[in-house]
């Protein structure tokens, strides 16, 4: 696949073919994930209206993705957290708080890499141990950063270690139910005012 500067516009027909205006021949939702994991950008329009719908073939790309065969990226119990959250309060912070831990998980994978091939003296198996301590505390940092209730938005800066996988799991799942407590406890205070208000 041609590698263009610009955002290639990728075109979905009525008969689900897609069309690289790029490179002027047609393609297949295998060849754009290629193009995803060469970093080239693109849109997906519908051929006819000319609609963005670059969200859903993405999404149909990673559903193809984690129906072929061997290992998933998404473990079921992540898939059920992420359905629950369709319709709750929290919906709206998602997306930016899974876009920050993401793009903050993949800057780590590249330090991590760097670091295997430098890092003399270290087994594998302790160089992991370490990433995953970074990993579960910039995780805790991102949460953070979306939950107003929670150490003020930031974090400890006193804290020697970052806490197990198991540890910050147990954090963060009461930390949500003390926030959705408080959120439910401010609603009630904003109906008591708004029914002083009528009277």
């Known amino acids: ?84 959250f369709y319709g709750d309060q929290m919906q709206m912070v998602v997306p930016s708080y899974l876009e920050q831990s993401m793009s903050a998980f993949a800057k780590e994978q590249e330090v991590f890499r760097e670091t295997m091939t430098k890092t003399m003296g270290k087994t594998p198996i302790e160089l992991m141990e370490a990433q995953v301590r970074r990993n579960t505390e910039m995780f805790r940092q991102a949460m953070a950063m979306f939950n107003p209730f929670v150490a003020g938005g930031s974090m400890p800066r006193d804290s020697q270690e970052a806490p197990s996988p198991h540890q910050a799991g147990g954090r963060e799942s009461d930390e949500l139910d003390a926030m959705r407590r408080q959120l439910a406890a401010m609603e009630k205070r904003l109906e008591a005012l708004d029914h002083k208000k009528d009277e």
């Open 1 to 84: 696949m041609a590698k263009n500067s610009d955002v290639t516009v990728i075109k979905k027909y009525a008969n689900r073919r897609l069309y690289n205006t790029g490179t002027s021949t047609y393609v297949t939702l295998e060849n754009l994930a290629t193009m995803v994991k060469n970093n080239e950008e693109f849109v997906v329009q519908d051929a006819k209206t000319g609609e963005d719908i670059t969200h859903a073939v993405l999404t149909q790309i990673i559903f193809e993705q984690e129906n072929k065969g061997g290992q998933t990226l998404m473990p079921i119990s992540f898939l059920r957290q992420l359905i629950r």
